[in-house]
């Protein structure tokens, strides 16, 4: 299977401003072949693809020292990025959607470089019986890693990226073995929600931590010092990079909190049925046009603003992951009326909820907390899914 390791780098001063450098290096070049496609097109009707500008890399590296002393494959790496980008273009078009021409990258858009193939330009270095784990970079040297765990499988290819003040590297790694945890006979049915983050069908319940709601504190500062700032200052570019590292902190603590919790359900069950949510239709804004204005619109923007903070849409991408290193299976069901249909007689009505947290059923008065009702449906739906896929 194919894995991907993202470690912290540790470069020297000297490293930084050459990583900074490296960066820019392949923006510029992006920039140019794509300015040179648009030309093209608009003066003599022509298409440029990839291969054409790829057979120009000699010549520009040639001509040009400021990009002769960075990897030729990562520069090819760069065009392809352009080239994937013409193409979703063409395929929006074709498909009536919005195209979306592909942009000009600014200073604070481009924060990769991808080295195509360990051992072309790059090299990741295993570390020794005793010492650092290195990488090496063509034109950079090599970089100090903060491995934190062991990397298994062989590295395909290596990735720089800046968030912030701090660089990572990102390994993607082919033919990882999996990881798979003995059986437990233990199915569970998840129910996602607000109030608790998630709620199993055995009445287990994980609270929400509300990473944003804690640190909207120190994000409204960070926000007023910058909207008082002149645009185009030094100041203002310092007060923009303070509210950036609140809001990478609290995505560091969504991450950190979905890896947790998907480990534990991955550990302890062999089949997780959870609902299988649209997220961006549920956050959708609910403000209407101007001739037809929304109802509710600041409540509404508040439940958006706590759906998002839960980050439900992380964790089930880190969930699917792990369970599929695991042995494990994760089935999506549908969840109209899990929360409204009594998992006793199966009678389901808007009555059988009359708060948020109870559940009553009018038909045969069973009643238990909303939450785990849902997750029962869940799971006997995600069994019934599971009956059937055979068939």
């Known amino acids: 299977m194919r894995r991907a390791y ?15 450098e490296c960066l820019e290096a392949h923006r510029l070049l992006y920039n140019a072949a794509l300015q040179e496609r648009r030309e093209a097109w608009q003066r003599a ?46 395929r929006r078009v074709k498909a009536g959607q919005t195209p979306g021409y592909p942009r ?14 360990d051992g072309d330009g790059c090299r990741w270095d295993p570390p020794p019986d005793s010492g ?42 082919g033919d990882v073995p999996a990881q798979t945890l003995p059986p437990v006979n233990s199915p569970v049915g998840v129910d996602m929600g607000v109030a608790a983050f ?8 994980v609270p929400n931590p509300r ?5 909207a504190d120190r994000l409204t500062q960070a926000q007023q010092a910058l909207a008082r700032c002149e645009r185009g200052s030094r100041r203002r570019g310092k007060a923009r990079s303070r509210v950036a590292a609140v809001h990478r902190r609290v995505a560091r603590q969504r991450l950190d909190h979905a890896h947790k919790t998907a480990r534990w359900l991955v550990t302890h069950h062999d089949l997780i049925c959870h609902e299988k949510l649209r997220i961006t ?14 109802v509710n619109v600041a409540a509404k923007s508040g439940l958006n603003r706590s759906i998002l903070d839960a980050g439900w849409g992380v964790f089930l991408r880190v969930l699917a992951s792990k369970a599929e290193s695991a042995g494990r299976m994760v089935i999506a069901v549908n969840p109209a009326n899990t929360s409204r249909t009594c998992p006793h007689c199966g009678h389901c009505a808007r009555e059988n909820r ?12 069973y009643h238990g907390h909303a939450d785990v009702v849902a997750a029962s449906n869940v799971l006997r739906a995600g069994l019934a899914l599971q009956t059937a896929q055979p068939a």
């Open 281 to 294: 239709n549920m956050t959708r804004s609910a403000a209407g046009t101007v001739d037809a204005p929304g």
């Open 132 to 173: 650092l784990t290195r990488v090496y970079l063509q034109g950079v040297g090599h970089v100090r890693v903060h491995a934190h765990r062991r990397v298994e499988g062989r590295v395909k290819t290596i990735s720089v990226k800046r968030e912030g003040t701090c660089w990572y590297v990102i390994l993607s790694c």
């Open 198 to 205: 998630l709620t199993t069908n055995h009445g287990v319940q």
């Open 6 to 20: 993202k470690f912290l780098l540790r470069p020297t001063v000297k490293q930084v401003q050459t990583l900074g």
């Open 354 to 365: 009359p708060t948020q947290a109870d559940f009553t059923c009018v038909a045969c008065g």
């Open 211 to 215: 990473y944003l709601a804690a640190s």
């Open 45 to 90: 009707g022509v298409t440029i693809r990839y291969g054409d500008q790829s057979a120009q890399l000699k010549d520009i590296r040639r001509a040009d020292p400021g990009q002769a002393c960075w990897s030729f494959s990562s520069q090819q790496a760069t065009l392809r990025r352009l080239n994937l980008a013409f193409d979703g273009f063409f």
């Open 104 to 117: 000009f990258k600014g200073r604070g858009w481009w924060d990769t470089v991808v080295w195509p193939k």
